[in-house]
């Protein structure tokens, strides 16, 4: 999993205590004086970050910001806090991914479209995000190493079964029977 970046927003002595501690925190820390910096690294990496900041100068339309208000605070205080906030955000993260016309909440296993909703399995979920992040058609050759975590000795079918099963489902609440498309070369979405 990609460690998530914390963006810490005009607080040099912060980020000078951290970067002592870099090799024992489960995030990326970062320093940021001016605004167009730390919106300019925001818009490279879209995802998996957390604005550090105090009362004084919060980003006022980033929902993804830590404002600290208590002076002093012990380090554990503000890491324990980080860690916290980094599940919070990546909970709500996937609770709402957009395939197509469909919403995906990873956390309940559940698809919808429209008014409709159907439970999928933690692999279908699984199969579902691998091939929504891939930019070319998936063999099940790459489905088995990245989804199951397996080799060549794992059935083949195994596979296919679960795809057949998945496009079924699908198909049956949907009446879309082209939401995960077969070609040549493997499957996408």
């Known amino acids: 999993m990609n460690k998530q970046n914390i963006l810490i927003y005009k607080l040099p002595e912060l980020f000078n205590i951290l970067n002592e501690l870099k090799?024992?925190?489960?995030?990326?820390?970062?320093?940021?004086s001016e605004e167009k910096e730390l919106i300019r690294f925001k818009k490279?990496?879209?995802?998996?970050?957390?604005?550090?900041?105090?009362?004084?100068n919060q980003i006022k339309k980033d929902r993804f910001q830590l404002i600290l208000t208590k002076f002093p605070d012990t380090i554990y205080s503000i890491i324990e806090k980080i860690n916290v906030n980094l599940l919070k955000y990546k909970y709500l993260e996937q609770?709402?991914?957009i395939i197509g016309g469909y919403s995906i909440d990873v956390n309940s296993r559940l698809i919808k479209k429209n008014d409709l909703t159907l439970k999928l399995t933690e692999r279908e979920i699984?199969?579902?995000?691998?091939?929504?992040n891939s930019f070319k058609p998936q063999n099940?050759?790459?489905?088995?190493?990245?989804?199951?975590?397996?080799h060549s000795e794992l059935e083949?079918?195994?596979?296919?079964?679960?795809?057949?099963?998945l496009r079924?489902?699908?198909?049956?609440?949907f009446s879309d029977g082209n939401f995960i498309k077969s070609t040549k070369t493997g499957y996408k979405i």
């Open 126 to 132: 699984e199969i579902i995000i691998f091939l929504k």
């Open 23 to 32: 090799n024992h925190l489960d995030f990326i820390i970062h320093s940021f």
């Open 156 to 165: 083949t079918h195994t596979v296919e079964t679960h795809i057949y099963r």
């Open 168 to 173: 079924k489902k699908i198909s049956e609440k």
């Open 44 to 56: 490279i990496n879209r995802e998996n970050y957390l604005i550090l900041t105090n009362s004084e």
């Open 95 to 97: 609770s709402d991914i």
């Open 140 to 150: 099940i050759e790459n489905l088995q190493k990245k989804v199951w975590g397996h």
